[in-house]
């Protein structure tokens, strides 16, 4: 891959005024380390699944040393898309603590990342479970809380096999993620 024109391409595409800031998605610590090795302006943001089973501490703290932002996309698990599953909100942890607060599973994986200090993408086009995302900020996960999401196993759920291939730039899965699965 050559990482370096196309971030480049990116970058004069924010000095020409085209966008505000530039960012990467599904970015390992090392592919991450190699762009901010190279670039004149650094990511702003790292896009990367991230939810209560698929934590990304060793991602997020190494952007909080390089002040990327993550943001977490399918907070929820994407359950219901052809590429998701229901592994997050079929949670028996989340949903002992969703039960504890009167809260749904969705509403406790949303406020784990906003105290985490990761904002989120969520899709819903229904009304009534986007208002539910919103009520997130009148309640906080209890330390009890937070020491149980810990302890959920961890494991990265899309792990985008389609990209692999024998002819192209990740020929194993351990290529492309850098061995952070």
């Not at 971030?7 to 592919?31: D, P």
């Not at 943001?71 to 969703?98: C, M, Q, R, Y």
């Not at 784990?112 to 906080?140: C, H, T």
Request: hydrophobic residues 35%; aromatic residues 8%.
């Amino acid at each position: 891959m050559d990482y370096k024109s196309v971030w480049g391409a990116m970058e004069e595409c924010q000095r020409l005024g085209l966008t505000k800031s530039i960012g990467v998605s599904n970015f390992s610590c090392k592919k991450l380390e190699n762009i901010i090795s190279i670039a004149t302006i650094p990511p702003s943001v790292n896009q990367v699944e991230m939810n209560p089973p698929w934590q990304q501490q060793k991602l997020r703290e190494f952007c909080k040393a390089t002040n990327v932002i993550v943001t977490a996309f399918s907070p929820l698990g994407a359950s219901g898309t052809k590429w998701g599953s229901n592994h997050v909100l079929d949670n028996e942890t989340l949903k002992e603590i969703a039960k504890a607060h009167g809260k749904t599973v969705a509403q406790v994986c949303l406020r784990w990342s906003y105290e985490q200090g990761a904002p989120f993408v969520v899709k819903s086009f229904n009304k009534e479970r986007m208002k539910q995302n919103l009520q997130i900020f009148d309640w906080e996960l209890t330390e009890e809380d937070r020491e149980k999401i810990n302890q959920i196993p961890q494991r990265r759920f899309m792990l985008m096999e389609e990209l692999i291939s024998p002819n192209g730039p990740f020929k194993t899965l351990n290529d492309l993620w850098d061995n952070e699965l």
